[in-house]
T-cell receptor, first 110, second 117 residues
Framework: EDQVTQSPEALRLQEGESSSLNCSYT??????LFWYRQDPGKGPEFLFT???AGEEKEKERLKATLTKKESFLHITAPKPEDSATYLC???????????FGTGTRLKVLA | NAGVTQTPKFRILKIGQSMTLQCTQD?????MYWYRQDPGMGLKLIYY???????DKGEVPNGYNVSRSTTEDFPLRLELAAPSQTSVYFC????????????????FGPGTRLLVL
């Protein structure tokens, strides 16, 4: 069964304290892995798409990496405005359906 | 571009009532999705569509129906509402297969919060 597990469930960081969020997946052939940011009361906002092991994408303080079993979202020197829930999703080969993890709630303290 | 729009933003239903959640996108995307999100949980796929006239079930389709008569619109129908359908519903569309798209990007609407009492 295709599955996505995110850890930790919640994370509190001081402003400037770098850390990483994990997304491990089990899927019958990976078509793509996706990261989203979700603010309270809003729809998810797309961050990154990764297609193959070894691929990396960066945007401001965020960097996403992909291996054959997991993906990491690295947050460098976070700011309070980075506080949000970060969601990971995968697509299996041959399908355009998304399977989401339950997310990591990030709180960055000033 | 308005992106993905959803109506209504909030609705209270009585048990057994029916309603349609509206979703429209103006990006000419072929792929569209309906999800539900329960508190503290991730998104669960209800139904999706790969183009006008083509729909398929996701993980949690029971109690819901969809149709896709145009590229732009993908309404979700709730028949005989139950308390278990209390949730936040998100519609999304994807750039998959779109000519000129460098990567697949999924865009979400603002959500419809539904309360069934």
């Amino acid at each position: 069964e295709d599955q996505v597990t995110q850890s930790p469930e919640a994370l509190r960081l001081q402003e400037g304290e770098s850390s990483s969020l994990n997304c491990s997946y089990t899927v019958s052939g990976l078509r793509g892995l996706f990261w989203y940011r979700q603010d309270p009361g809003k729809g998810p906002e797309f961050l990154f798409t990764l297609y193959s092991a070894g691929e990396e994408k960066e945007k401001e303080r965020l960097k996403a990496t992909l291996t054959k079993k997991e993906s990491f979202l690295h947050i460098t020197a976070p700011k309070p405005e980075d506080s949000a829930t970060y969601l990971c999703a995968v697509q299996a080969s041959g399908t355009y359906k998304y399977i989401f993890g339950t997310g990591t709630r990030l709180k960055v303290l000033a | 571009n308005a992106g993905v729009t959803q109506t209504p933003k909030f609705r209270i239903l009585k048990i057994g009532q029916s309603m349609t959640l509206q979703c429209t996108q103006d990006m000419n995307h072929n792929y569209m999705y309906w999800y539900r999100q329960d508190p503290g949980m991730g998104l669960k796929l209800i139904y999706y569509s790969v183009g006008a006239g083509i729909t398929d079930k996701g993980e949690v389709p029971n109690g819901y129906n969809v149709s896709r008569s145009t590229t732009e619109d993908f309404p979700l129908r709730l028949e005989l509402a139950a308390p278990s359908q209390t949730s936040v519903y998100f519609c999304a569309s994807s750039s998959a297969g779109l000519a000129g798209a460098k990567q697949e990007t999924q865009y979400f609407g603002p959500g419809t919060r539904l309360l069934v009492l």
